[in-house]
């Protein structure tokens, strides 16, 4: 049976510290290997249902933000699979080109428009300016960062 845990945290002294500070702590309900956990799981019956992965193989990180995509049929999901040596992690996928000529990038963070140029990434209050909108970058609005091409 596959799992697809949409959180990670680090794993010390058989707990869960999650958030960029860690100030959520878990005592149960999650994985770990390797110094870290994933929780917040769920199984699917079809194993390939969980995440797709993108069509062609993911090149270098994408740092030209910040950006304006093409509106897709629905809001953005966590549902493609970033496998890097580096990296495992579920992304979204954003069309950076035209709809007939696409450019798929893949972001696996979703934070707050603080403005123009700025896209808060968490509650630590850490921004970048490489970053993705959906439209054009309001304030309060999604922004998606930490991108792959």
Do not use: K
Not at 3 to 13: F, K, L, M, Q, S
Not at 36 to 65: F, S
Not at 102 to 114: E, H, L, N
């Amino acid at each position: 049976m596959q799992h697809c845990c949409v959180t990670r945290g680090i794993y010390e002294a058989g707990q869960s510290a999650t958030r960029c500070d860690e100030a959520i702590v878990h005592l149960g309900g999650f994985f770990y290997r390797d110094g870290l956990t994933y929780q917040d799981c769920y199984t699917d019956l079809d194993p390939d249902a969980c995440v797709d992965l993108p069509e062609a193989p993911l090149a270098a990180r994408y740092a030209a933000g910040p950006v304006e995509a093409n509106a897709p049929p629905a809001p953005p999901a966590r549902s493609f699979a970033i496998v890097l040596p580096e990296l495992m992690e579920g992304s979204y996928q954003l069309n950076v080109g035209t709809p007939d000529s696409p450019a798929f990038v893949y972001c696996t963070g979703r934070g707050s428009v603080v403005d123009a140029t700025s896209c808060l990434m968490n509650v630590c209050d850490v921004t970048t300016s490489n970053f993705i909108t959906v439209g054009p970058p309001v304030a309060g609005h999604d922004c998606y960062h930490t991108c792959f091409h």
